[in-house]
């Protein structure tokens, strides 16, 4: 019988996406770590209990980093239990809190979710009517899962190799650039709402100005370190203005 079996792998990574249910201020995923990886415990170290008990415990110290990256982590405390140096492995996981979290929440929280926000905005007031919610589920969650699932299993199989894995990634220089897609398809949506809910804005001339000006503003909005999400706001801001007022000045 095979030690490390594909259900046993699978029972784990399903058991990280409840990472955060049990999110504390003392430990904050200390848990959420424990419970993820306790089936491979049980296994190695189930027909001791009180190895077993005190296994789950190193499990149990300070632990917090982005859920999404938390996978790659979970794959590298897999291996080294494994290899039977789980105390490297949980070593190395703290060492990777701080950058895990920092570039998972970058990348996932501020950069992916308002580019897919916005893209399904667009297609809503484009025409797109029922595939914006589509195109806004299905395009985060096709990414998000597809990397968690990658980084899982390649740090099941790689251990500590997949840190030089994600790296080539360059994951902070592609959050950036989709946050000036995002102010792309941003200004182009601002002026699809201008045109659908202002019939006087249909004019060439008015929608022209009002992309033209969207990206204008929305870049110099970014370059002041503005969030996408602020910028949202804001541009929703400004497009409700326009409509109250477009009266006078056109």
Not at 20 to 27: E, L
Not at 65 to 78: E, K, R, S
Not at 98 to 121: C, E, M, Q, R, T
Not at 241 to 249: D, K, P, Q, S
Request: proline content about 3%; some cysteine; aromatic content about 14%.
């Amino acid at each position: 019988m095979k030690l490390f079996s594909l259900k046993l792998e699978q029972q784990i990574f399903l058991r990280s996406f409840s990472w955060q249910a049990s999110w504390n201020f003392g430990r904050m995923q200390n848990m959420g770590v424990a419970y993820a990886i306790y089936p491979l415990l049980a296994q190695l170290y189930g027909n001791d209990q009180k190895q077993l008990t005190a296994r789950v415990k190193r499990y149990l110290d300070f632990f917090n980093t982005n859920p999404v990256m938390a996978a790659a982590v979970l794959g590298i405390l897999v291996h080294q239990e494994r290899k039977g140096e789980g105390d490297y492995g949980l070593a190395v996981a703290r060492s990777l809190n701080s950058l895990y979290g920092a570039i998972g929440d970058a990348f996932f929280w501020n950069g992916l979710k308002p580019l897919v926000a916005v893209l399904a905005v667009a297609v809503y007031f484009a025409g797109g009517g029922f595939w914006a919610p589509v195109v806004l589920l299905g395009s985060y969650n096709v990414v998000h899962l597809g990397i968690r699932y990658l980084i899982y299993r390649e740090g099941i199989r790689q251990g500590l190799g997949i840190i030089n894995m994600i790296h080539y990634w360059h994951l902070p220089e592609i959050k950036q650039g989709a946050g000036y897609l995002t102010i792309i398809i941003l200004a182009w949506g601002f002026s699809l709402i201008n045109v659908n809910m202002v019939p006087e804005l249909c004019h060439p001339r008015g929608y022209f100005f009002f992309t033209a000006a969207g990206v204008c503003g929305l870049s110099l909005l970014r370059q002041r370190q503005m969030s996408p999400g602020k910028i949202f706001l804001l541009s929703l801001a400004a497009v409700i203005a326009v409509m109250a007022c477009h009266h006078f000045w056109l």
